[in-house]
């Protein structure tokens, strides 16, 4: 069973900097991709980054210059780094998964098949 769990959420004022992470357990290889996901309070949910198995990674075209996806593989685990954070970054943010197939493509405009819970990402001013 694949599971995934994010955190490193939390309280940060603007201009301050988070970083997250996505453990995941139950694929058996590291042949799959991982995203990041975020909805604020009567928001859609919207991509944020993923990156797949060989280490490609990929922004929406809103979240490019702040953010900064990583993988280590060793340790099952992607990182999301949150620099210069506004008060429009406060959500929840959530990873899912997917397989990759050795492909070095994902898009976060597509909901992926693995989900985990999410964790509260708050700035405040």
């Known amino acids: 069973e694949v599971q995934l769990q994010a955190s490193g959420g939390g309280l940060v004022q603007a201009g301050e900097s988070l970083r997250l992470s996505c453990t995941a357990s139950?694929?058996?290889?590291?042949?799959?991709?991982i995203g990041w996901y975020r909805q604020a309070p009567g928001k859609e949910r919207e991509g944020v980054s993923c990156?797949?198995?060989?280490?490609?990674?990929h922004y929406a075209d809103s979240m490019k210059g702040r953010f900064t996806i990583s993988r280590d593989v060793a340790k099952n685990t992607v990182y999301l780094q949150m620099n210069s954070l506004k008060l429009e970054d406060s959500a929840v943010y959530y990873c899912?998964?997917?397989?990759?197939?050795?492909?070095?493509?994902?898009?976060?405009?597509?909901?992926?098949?693995?989900w985990g819970e999410g964790t509260l990402v708050t700035v405040s001013s």
């Open positions: 899912s998964a997917e397989e990759s197939y050795g492909s070095s493509y994902c898009d976060t405009r597509y909901g992926m098949d693995y």
């Open positions: 139950g694929f058996g290889h590291d042949d799959y991709s």
């Open positions: 990156i797949t198995g060989d280490g490609t990674a």
